[in-house]
């Protein structure tokens, strides 16, 4: 369903230095999949998501959704992909409903269809009670809510899931895991990226462990760990932040 192959992205930074914050990057993920994208900050995780969506256009390589090139068809990758980010705002002057109701009409979903998931996605996330309400006056949590219903709305087959949970609370954590269950259970092929890693833990069949740009280590959890010699997700990242893409050499 999502593929990746070889995707690279140089910046060009002020001084004529160029970072690549991509680079070479392989893989795959199924429907039904929940892959892991894991790494520090400045890895290359958002990049790559932006790449996928067809919003950045890499330097070399290709990505592609459901055999949808993601730089030649952006507007077929885009129908088929549902984005959750940290960064993502809500329209302060419209309700809730107005807002999800907006994004199904530009989704160019008809609005039958468009009522009727917003009922399920109501129900599913408990937004009844501030349907009505401006999203300025939505409380953290409530906005949130709203920002998953929105990734939903056309119904997606593929979800990329930018940090979701930065910056919640504890309830509003347990809104998104609930969220990612429901996703494996609907078989939609889920890229996550965070740094919570008990999370990362919980939710994902496959991990792809990304230092510098570079995907340094794959697999299940179980993969993992025969291949670095560490038990959790927290060790084998301390690990790499000391030795970086020595891991990969010494154990693959
Ligand atoms: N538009 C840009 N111009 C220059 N550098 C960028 C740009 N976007 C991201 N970067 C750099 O690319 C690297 C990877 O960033 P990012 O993909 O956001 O990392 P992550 O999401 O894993 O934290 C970082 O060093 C970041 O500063
Ligand atoms: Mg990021």
Redesign the pocket.
């Known amino acids: 369903m999502i593929e990746v192959e070889r995707l690279t ?1 140089c ?3 002020l001084g004529g230095r160029t ?1 690549t ?2 680079n070479e990057l392989s893989f795959t993920v199924r429907a039904g999949e929940v892959y892991g994208l894991l ?12 790449m996928l969506l067809g919003l ?1 256009k890499p330097t070399s390589g290709q990505a592609s959704i459901a055999g949808f090139g993601s730089s030649n068809h952006p507007d077929e990758v885009k129908r088929r992909v549902g984005l959750v980010s940290a960064g993502s705002g809500l329209y302060q002057g419209l309700t809730a409903r107005e807002m999800l109701l907006f994004f199904a009409d530009l989704y160019a979903v008809p609005p039958s269809a468009a009522f009727q998931e917003l009922n399920r996605l109501s129900r599913l996330l408990g937004l009844d009670d501030f349907l009505e309400q401006r999203c300025a006056t939505l409380s953290t949590g409530q906005r949130q809510r709203v920002n998953l219903a929105r990734a939903l709305i056309h119904r997606p087959p593929v979800m990329l899931l ?2 979701p949970t930065l910056g919640l609370d504890v309830l509003a954590r347990q809104v998104v895991t609930e969220y990612i269950d429901h996703l494996r259970q609907e078989g939609k092929a889920v890229i996550l ?1 965070t740094h919570h890693l008990e999370e990362a833990e919980r939710h994902c069949t496959r991990f792809g462990l ?1 230092h510098k ?1 570079q995907l340094v280590s794959e697999g299940t959890l179980a993969d993992l760990q025969a291949r670095t010699g560490c038990t959790t997700l927290m060790e084998m990242f301390l690990k790499l932040s000391k030795v970086g893409p020595a891991l990969h050499e010494v154990n693959t």
Not at 39 to 50: D, Q, V
């Open positions: 992205k910046f060009l930074l970072l914050a991509v790494g520090p900050n400045g890895a290359g995780k958002t990049t790559t998501l932006r950045l930018d940090e990226t990304l740009g």
